[in-house]
């Protein structure tokens, strides 16, 4: 008896743990639960649909978000490092502005000082 509990754990040992493969089988009995559901309150009740529709994406949303947060990550990387250029690239701008805005007070100032007093 030990010996074919030693051969049955052996072999469950064996196979690879497919979490892939499973979330795809849950969630695709999941969707036929709702689906068949769905049906249902279709044909008793039509006005029960919109409240259906946000059942099945909340229940499917904690999947989703986790498959496509992972897939966005890289989309969201790229936009902060433009948004960071954006800011580091206006910063400089603004400056460069300042720095001409400033030379043109200089330069009104010291017009203004050297014209000779009307009497």
Same mark, same amino acid.
């Given at each position: 008896?030990?010996?074919?509990?030693?051969?049955?754990?052996?072999?469950?040992?064996?196979?690879?743990?497919?979490?892939?493969?499973?979330?795809?089988?849950?969630? =695709?009995?999941?969707?036929?639960?709702? &689906? !068949? $559901?769905?049906? @249902?309150? *279709? /044909?008793? +009740?039509?006005?029960?649909?919109?409240?259906?529709?946000?059942?099945?994406?909340?229940?499917?949303?904690?999947?989703?978000?986790?498959?496509?947060?992972? =897939?966005?990550?890289?989309?969201?990387? &790229? !936009? $902060?490092?433009? @948004?960071? *250029? /954006?800011? +580091?690239?206006?910063?400089?701008?603004?400056?460069?502005?300042?720095?001409?805005?400033?030379?043109?007070?200089?330069?009104?100032?010291?017009?203004?000082?050297?014209?000779?007093?009307?009497?």
């Amino acid at each position: 008896m030990a010996k074919e509990h030693r051969q049955a754990t052996s072999t469950q040992a064996e196979e690879p743990a497919s979490s892939s493969k499973e979330m795809d089988s849950i969630l =695709g009995s999941k969707l036929a639960t709702v &689906a !068949a $559901v769905g049906i @249902g309150v *279709a /044909l008793i +009740e039509a006005e029960l649909i919109p409240g259906m529709l946000i059942g099945i994406g909340a229940m499917l949303a904690p999947n989703l978000l986790n498959r496509v947060g992972t =897939g966005l990550r890289p989309l969201v990387k &790229a !936009a $902060v490092k433009a @948004g960071y *250029a /954006l800011v +580091e690239q206006t910063k400089e701008t603004m400056a460069e502005a300042s720095e001409q805005y400033q030379d043109i007070v200089a330069e009104v100032h010291s017009e203004h000082s050297r014209k000779p007093a009307r009497g």
